[in-house]
Structures are given as C-alpha cells and as structure tokens.
C-alpha cells in the first residue's frame, strides 16, 4: 500500500505533467497580488509609450507559452485585455515585418 508521501509525490507529477499545477500556482499568485492590492490608490495613467512596451513583453510572454505570467501582467499593469492590433503596433514602433514568418 503506497503511504502518503508517496500518493503526495504521484499527485504533484501528474499535475505537473497536465500544466495544471503551474496555471493553479499563477492564479494564486494572482489571486494573492489582488487581495494585496490597494484599490483606493489610483494607478498612474498609462502613457503612450509603456502601452507599447507592455504589448511587446505581452507578446513575447504569449509568443514563448508564458500564458499567466501574462495575465499578471496585464492584470497589474492596467494594459487592455484585447492585444492591440499588431498592424498598429508596427506602425508606431516604425518597424519592418518578415512576410514569410510574421515576425519584427
């Protein structure tokens, strides 16, 4: 009969190997952050260009799987939960995209 610690370790790598355990550690985390957070004291309007920034970190964050750590950060820092469209996002930042690969 398998003893506790052993039922404990079986569980955690069946978790792990779902990605479940990851997405419930980020969503404490998040969950934490905002139970934390001070509603009462405004954020700081967000400027034209940390709205870019934002959106590129988001991207790459999406781009390489990091799925919740995206959402904390758009949780946090206010950035709108619709990316902004990418045409836009070439326009301003006055660069080239790839055609072949869809990449700046």
Do not use: C, W
Not at 9 to 14: E, H, S
Not at 50 to 73: G, H
């Amino acid at each position: 009969m398998a003893t506790i610690t052993e039922l404990k370790a079986v569980l955690k790598d069946t978790l792990e190997k779902r990605g479940i355990l990851g997405h419930l550690k980020a969503r404490i985390r998040a969950e934490v952050f905002n139970a934390l957070d001070d509603e009462s004291e405004s954020r700081p309007s967000l400027s034209h260009e940390n709205l870019l920034i934002n959106e590129l970190i988001r991207e790459y964050l999406e781009f390489n799987k990091y799925k919740y750590t995206a959402s904390v950060l758009i949780a946090e820092s206010g950035q709108p939960i619709v990316p902004l469209d990418r045409q836009f996002i070439i326009r301003e930042l006055n660069a080239f995209e790839e055609s072949k690969d869809n990449t700046i």
